[in-house]
């Protein structure tokens, strides 16, 4: 072969090395496009004080109310309450940290023991008979739920509870006549005609946990609203912050769902 018919020769080779590599990207670009589209992990939905709000945290908060005592008869959490009660713990957790409360945090023996009650109490753990391991398993397991979790959960929200009684409970007189006037006027009107009705002395004790976390709830709900009207808070979703103008921040005669004492209830009898 002359010199001429090697440089043809070679020539070929180029162009035919060329057109496969051609034919290869072909093929590959679509993938490649693919690969390179962005994929959204997660988003914040709120910021309070710079504190960011996911909406997988908003999904998890769903998740955990089904061991949130107080959830029956309120019907499913929507993300709209998820997202103002999560508001409302991160304002009051920075104001904790702030005051560098360490009194309010729960012992671990404190936590397991409320954990305990739930797992015996709560409705829908009793149906699950989570009173038993195995029970208490496959309640975690189909609700997506791991016992990490459950402890954080619990954890802040006693947290939260032991804050409200320290900063809002001390110093509370509740009067006799209080007393007497939520017996005649409150709750003697709940009998139906006829029915035996409990003398005062009976309850007592129970109209003055009532009157008494009513006044907590009135003022920390003042201070609940003060401390959210002075800081930051943004609501970045327009579907939840919408929302907002209609279920409104979370208030009225009782305290944030799951917050209830175990001994005055949530004063909403």
């Known amino acids: 072969m002359n010199g001429r018919g090697r440089i043809r020769s070679k020539h070929a080779r180029r162009a035919a090395l060329l057109a496969g590599c051609a034919a290869l990207l072909a093929l590959c670009a679509p993938a490649r496009a693919q ?80 954990i305990e009650e739930i797992r015996k109490e709560l409705p829908a753990c009793m149906r699950a008979h989570c009173s038993t391991d195995a029970g208490w398993k496959a309640f975690l397991s189909a609700h997506n739920l ?53 003398p005062l002395s009976q309850v007592s004790s129970r109209i003055q946990e009532i009157l008494l976390q009513q006044q907590v709830n009135a003022l920390f709900y003042n201070w609940l609203d003060n401390l959210r009207s002075q800081g930051d808070v943004e609501i970045l979703d327009p579907a939840l912050e919408a929302a907002q103008e209609t279920t409104g921040a979370p208030g009225g005669g009782s305290l944030p769902p799951g917050w209830k004492t175990a001994e005055g209830g949530n004063g909403s009898e």
């Open 35 to 114: 690969s390179l589209a962005p994929v959204v992990l997660d988003r914040v939905v709120a910021v309070v004080n710079s504190q960011v709000i996911l909406e997988s945290d908003v999904e998890a908060d769903i998740e955990l109310s089904v061991i949130d005592p107080s959830a029956d008869g309120r019907g499913a959490l929507t993300p709209q309450r998820a997202l103002e009660e999560l508001i409302s713990r991160a304002l009051i957790q920075q104001q904790i940290r702030q005051e560098d409360l360490q009194s309010v945090s729960p012992s671990a023996a404190e936590v397991k023991a409320r």
């Open 146 to 198: 791991t016992e990490a979790r459950v402890e954080a959960y619990i954890r802040n929200r006693m947290e939260i509870l032991n804050f409200i009684e320290e900063r809002f409970g001390q110093g509370i007189q509740i009067t006799q006549e209080q007393i007497e006037k939520y017996y005649r006027d409150t709750l003697l009107p709940q009998y139906p005609a006829g029915a035996s009705v409990p």
